[in-house]
């Protein structure tokens, strides 16, 4: 069973940035597709940013992109996504998430398999 832990949320200011984490553990990382969504109280949960646990491939939506970065390191099982330049409307629950059978082109419009627990970003102005 594959888990996913993340961590890294916290409150900052307009502007300023933050970096989670995600650790998985229970399955072979370069296995899946990974992605970040977020979510905000009563509104459907976004897919922001998804990577390809094999060759690296990446794809972010419109309303983050050039402002956050997906990253991974596969020799830690780990996920990262690196945000800059954020805006109080970034505030949400972010979640880390992987699947085995989307591609990266589409996985931010599906449900992947498994998801982590959220952590939370609040961005004040």
């Known amino acids: 069973q594959v888990q996913l832990v993340e961590s890294g949320g916290g409150s900052v200011q307009a502007g300023g940035s933050l970096r989670l984490s995600c650790v998985v553990s229970?399955?072979?990382?370069?296995?899946?597709?990974m992605a970040w969504f977020r979510q905000v109280q009563g509104k459907e949960r976004e897919g922001i940013a998804a990577i390809d646990g094999d060759d690296g491939s990446t794809k972010y939506a419109d309303s983050v992109k050039g402002r956050f970065t997906i990253s991974q390191d596969s020799a830690k099982n780990t996920l990262y996504l690196q945000m800059n330049s954020l805006k109080p409307e970034d505030t949400a629950i972010y979640y880390c998430?992987?699947?085995?059978?989307w591609g990266v082109g589409v996985l931010l419009r599906h449900h992947p398999d498994y998801w982590g627990q959220g952590t939370q970003v609040t961005v004040s102005s």
């Open positions: 229970g399955g072979t990382y370069k296995h899946y597709r």
């Open positions: 998430a992987a699947d085995s059978f």
